[in-house]
């Protein structure tokens, strides 16, 4: 969610820097901070709190230079302290980082030992000391840059300055997103496009393993594993500032469904420890008497949220071996819902502005309820209407279908379902190691499902002209036929219902026939065989199956018309995993049938009206 904006040219650098990090508020941040090379020296410039601190900080220590690195932070490695926020500086070297280094403690234990002196808390921190440790043995920057990020494991977007070379900013990629700006006599990096649109609309994507050299004539990119210089295409921002945000995507649900790997793992980075067998929220107030005294969770929502309440149902039951509700927040009110102290409620909302879901959480407080919301917008009304509140970090969705900020609220209440079974000691150490040691892995297996995108394409061209569809699934994944059947209506407008599976058979089976396709969700899990006796109910009415199932089930595969192939991951991580080509087959359908993707018709992204 950080945000990072390097700069180096003829101007003055810090407004630069400044009106670049404004305009990536919209990542979430909790402090904010400027280096710039000024009379041979790094000049640091840090304020806790939003940008108008850091601005009034420059006013009354102004700095100079044209060369320099800016930062927003959202702390997870230490509190959200001036000595914590970013750049960090070591000798001549500041360093600004996005993303996360797995293995610090270990590498700050070796600094240590041979004499480094640490000034934070963070894991950024390390990369200062390791790249100013490569400079004193002689190496030049890139290459200091270079042999410090091969000691590192993790994620990791970073922009270096080094107050020796004024003339240079250098950076590398792994797993966060990080641009080149290309100006004229002037260029920029930062964190994504709308840092650096109103200077140039030319920029160069990094890839992953990628560190460059950039100058203000040119820029030099190699490979970080063997060094070997490689080139990437410049790309021409031909749209609107909105528009250009899109980063190459011919619409932003495409887009927001590429970046689920990387929110998935902001969502839980800095919060799960696997060693420790825990989940943390600092910003959860909830007292150990809190949570002792719950006796029941209800879960108020609306539309895809709420599919991720069911998802979170099962998890919640699972972790704390409490009762849970999922109530549809337009409904809650207007019943008479029997609540009290002993009960928490949990709003979700991506926007965090659902008029219906803000009314649920209000009438939950007036009726005495410990109450919590997970949502996607730092500061929303709901967030401020609850009595804590736990963050995705999604980052700003803009397609009208949601899809990262589905698989980011089912993550927060993975988590949630961990830290609540921990400290009410119904689940052990043993086991949430075992769960989070999943979680870390769901990441990966999202990016191997998004790799069937031109394979889901062909696939939905061939079922582009259906009238209805059917989804099934059964337990954990009863939601995702939900929400797989709702992605179909809301974008493409054709009908589809999402039903658990075990129902057909009570009903909607009558509209099984060879013109209306089933889409069945059967990764393997404890109603792996039940589906399967669905599935066969379905064939034999000769209906047309469209299964999604793990790559190495030859079992399903050869009896159903066509399959999606997922990676094996635990039941836990099915929901978050198998959702993804569903959102995939929904695009496709509507791109191949011309409909507005991102804007579908008689649909707001945040319905802040009843």
Known sequence: MCGIIGYLGPEQAAPILVEGLRRLEYRGYDSAGLALVEGGAIQLRRAVGKLRNLDKLLLEQPVHGSVGIGHT???????PTEMNAHPHCVGTVAVVHNGIIENHLELKAELRERGHVFASETDTEVYA?????QLQKGLDLPEAVRQSAKQVRGSYAIAVVDSSRPDRLVVAKQQSPLIIGLGEGENFAASDIPAVIAHTRNVVYLEDGDFAQIECDKVQIWR????QAVERATTHIGWSAVAAEKGGFKHFMLKEIHEQSRAITDTFRGRASVEQGDVFFEELRLSAEDLAAITRIVVVACGTSWHAG???KHYLEAATRLPVEVDLASEFRYR??????QTLVIAISQSGETADTLAAIVEAKARGAKTAAICNVIGSSIARASGDVVYTHAGPEIGV?????????????????????RRRGKLSEDAARTLLTTLAQVPSAVEQAITLNWHVRDVARRYMDSQSALYLGRGLLHPIALEGALKLKEISYIHAEGYAAGEMKHG????????????????RG???????????EILARRGHVIAVGQADDDELRAVVHDYLALPAVEPWAAPIVAVVPLQLFAYHIADLKGTDVDQPRNLAKSVTVE
Do not use: C
């Not at 932070?73 to 509190?79: Q, S, V």
């Not at 909607?508 to 990764?523: G, K, N, Q, S």
């Open 508 to 523: 909607p089976i009558a509209l099984v026939d060879e013109h209306t396709p089933t889409v069945i969700v059967a990764p």
């Open 224 to 227: 970080i594993d063997d060094g």
């Open 401 to 421: 279908a949601s899809t990262k900020a589905f698989t980011t609220q089912m993550v927060a209440l993975y988590l949630l379902a961990v830290y609540l079974g």
């Open 310 to 312: 069911l998802v979170g």
């Open 526 to 536: 404890p109603s792996y065989e039940k589906t399967l006796s669905n599935l066969q």
């Open 73 to 79: 932070r959202w702390a997870t490695h230490g509190r």
């Open 336 to 341: 008479d819902p029997v609540i009290d102290g």
């Open 129 to 133: 000391h390791l790249i100013d440790e």
